[in-house]
């Protein structure tokens, strides 16, 4: 074996094992053999540029040493698959049934059907067979006629060659049994087992040769089972295909052309099984992410609609995603799942970006929700690039990577990549729109006449309403937010303390100089470049930062300050109003009953019951309280 592989300019080192050590390790029988072949850089390949067309050619000169089956694999995958599903390839098809020649012959007719199916290596049949013994078949007609019974038999036979106890010796306080058996010379070779002499209770003595038949025949090497029942299995690794669907190929042809008497059936594993498992959790894992995602959204915006738009960006991120995976050619899998929760995380933050700058514009003033999205997406257009940028050139290593592990490495991140690009152009494009859709054909809750009045009441002006308004509290004090300009020059007041302390401790600029020719020397051109970097003493950049540390609180506290004054002034004006509604509905009873009144009095003067002073008095008193009504009316 070492001979033919290094035959190949490729190949730098051949190493083999064989069976297990004495601390087992490795499940392996003495039969097994791992040949570890150590290969050149790829640049110094001269046979191909091909890790599996090399592999290939490997195994095609090892197929022409007769009586030896081979293999091709990775040793580290090699020895991972055979810990975690004790097969060493990535698909394990199992079959099952009572009779262990029987499911040798179908384990062979399913190996035949795999070698047709495309994508599929070449097919390893466990062995379970083939290992010689020796047979000892007596006549029992020669037996009964010679007077030896199987008993003795049995019992000579076993004594010779493997040991029968004929006593025991003492050593103080411990026993050894004391075992008889031939000479080691004498039991070497078949025809030992032949010319063995046996002795009947008469005492004659016949080779064994004569009463039995000794012969070499093929027994079971390994009998395995599983859940209580036998099992042998066919491995197959993939080639240039995804696991899964190989099975769903090697499944179907299987179930078409190998028809299972009762008793026996056929399943799957190896990294299949793991795999499955892993799709299983995954179907899990993924719901469960993004409905927390979901939840923290909720809960940092405090509204479904934003935290819904903002999820949007999870569909428009996973297109992106499948459709790299479409166009390299890749398989969906684990790793791939991985990425695919990476980049919905990426992906939403750079919503979180865009609709906190839409709701941190709306805070400061901005109505109109077309210049929102226009200021926003302008001043968050390089952030997000930038993000993407960031976590996608960090990727790319892995996605262009062909050393050891990448097949782990590119699914990830080709799907991060892929739904990043698509991510973020939609989340320019496409999220604003939906913002416009979802907020812009929503009306302010009180007209624009309202937010003049409001600032006007507030000042202790006077004005009549034409109409009625309604307005909650929160509405107010939004448009009071919004209208005075005390608040506004206080939070204007607040950004620029906050822009100063985050640039308090900011080292000056660097400056560069460069001159050239300034000195007569045997040099033609001489070249001076100087690079000046002023570096402010520590203790004044601390007291910097607390300076403006203490300018960003003390900004913040008369903000919240005059927020508090304004909201205080808004409630104070609200009950002010609600007590002269009270009012104006009470003087408007009362209007009624003394306008009653006066008509009684008109009516009883007239009819000559009354006098001219009742009527008089009547109509004084409700002029006094109709003047009354008008005041509270006013007021309001």
């Known amino acids: 074996v070492e001979e033919r592989l290094m035959a190949f300019p ?14 087992p390790t490795d499940l392996m029988s003495p039969e097994q053999t791992d040949v570890m072949i150590l290969l050149n850089p790829r640049d110094a390949w001269t046979t191909t540029d091909d890790y599996w067309s090399l592999a290939d050619s490997l195994l095609a000169a090892l197929q022409e040493i007769p009586g030896v089956f081979f293999e091709i694999n990775q040793p580290i995958q090699m020895r991972f698959n055979e810990l975690m599903t004790g097969v060493r390839q990535d698909i394990a098809i199992k079959v099952y049934g009572p009779d262990l020649d ?11 059907i795999v070698r ?46 493997a040991g029968e106890p004929a006593g025991a010796i003492y050593e103080h306080e411990r026993r050894f049994d004391l075992v008889v058996r031939a000479d080691s010379s004498r039991r070497s070779d078949i025809t030992d087992v032949g010319g063995l002499y046996v002795a009947n209770d008469r005492g004659e003595r016949l080779p064994l040769s004569q009463v039995a038949d000794v ?5 079971p090497a390994q009998v395995t089972h599983e859940d209580a029942q036998r099992r042998i299995f066919v491995g197959v690794n993939a080639r240039g295909r995804d696991v899964e669907r190989l099975v769903a190929d090697i499944e179907e042809q299987v179930a078409a052309q190998v028809d299972l008497p009762p008793g026996y059936f056929v399943s799957f594993g190896g990294q299949f099984e793991n795999l499955v498992e892993a799709k299983r959790r995954l179907s899990l894992v993924v719901p469960l992410a993004l409905a927390l995602i979901l939840a923290l959204l909720y809960f940092t915006f405090r509204s479904l609609p934003s935290a819904l738009l903002i999820f949007t960006a999870v569909p428009l991120s996973a297109i992106g995603g499948v459709a790299a995976l479409l166009l390299r050619g890749m398989p ?5 799942g991985v990425g695919f929760i990476a980049l919905f995380g990426v992906a939403v933050l750079n919503g979180m970006v865009l609709i906190s700058t839409f709701q941190q514009l709306r805070e400061e003033g901005v109505d109109d929700v077309w210049e929102r999205v226009r200021q926003g ?23 262009l990577s062909s050393s050891a592990g990448a097949e782990v490495q590119r699914p990830l991140a080709t799907v991060v990549i892929g739904g990043l690009i698509t991510a973020t152009l939609l989340t320019l494009v496409v999220l604003p729109a939906l913002y416009v859709l979802f907020f812009g054909s929503r009306r302010a809750r009180a007209p624009k006449a309202l937010a003049v009045l409001l600032p006007l009441l507030l000042l202790g002006g006077v004005a009549q309403a034409q109409t009625p308004l309604v307005l909650s509290l929160d509405s107010a004090l939004s448009i009071a937010r919004m209208q005075a300009p005390a608040l506004r020059a206080a939070v204007a007041e607040e950004l620029r303390a906050d822009a100063l302390r985050r640039t308090a401790t900011e080292m000056p600029a660097t400056e560069l100089e460069y001159m050239r020719g300034q000195y007569n020397s045997y040099v033609p051109d001489d070249n001076n470049i100087t690079i000046k970097q002023r570096i402010p003493f520590p203790t004044l950049m601390a007291a910097r930062g607390g300076a403006a540390r203490a300018g960003a609180e003390v900004a ?18 609200g009950l002010r109003l609600r007590y002269l509604q009270a009012l104006d509905s009470l003087m408007e009873r009362t209007d009624s009953v003394y306008e009653a009144l006066a008509r009684s009095a008109g009516v009883r003067h007239e009819a000559g019951a009354g006098s001219l002073l009742e009527r008089t008095t009547a109509l004084a008193r409700a002029s006094e309280v109709h003047t009354r009504r008008m005041q509270v009316q006013a007021d309001r």
């Open 10 to 23: 490729e190949v730098k080192m051949v190493v083999g094992k064989s069976g297990t050590a004495e601390v």
């Open 102 to 112: 029987s499911l040798v012959h179908y384990a062979e007719r399913i190996a035949h």
């Open 116 to 161: 047709d199916v495309p994508g599929a290596g070449p097919p390893q049949v466990e062995r379970v067979a083939g290992l010689p013994q020796i047979a000892v078949r007596y006549d029992r007609e020669r037996l009964a006629a010679t007077g030896f019974s199987v008993d003795q038999l049995n019992r000579t036979v076993r004594a010779a060659f």
């Open 215 to 219: 012969r070499y025949e093929d027994a």
């Open 332 to 336: 969906f899998s684990i790793s791939a």
């Open 377 to 399: 997406t302008r001043m968050r257009l390089r952030p997000v690039l930038m993000t993407a940028s960031v976590a996608s050139l960090g990727f790319l290593p892995m996605a």
């Open 556 to 573: 913040r506290a008369d903000r919240m300050s005059i927020e508090a004054d304004l909201r205080m002034a808004v409630q104070r004006t």
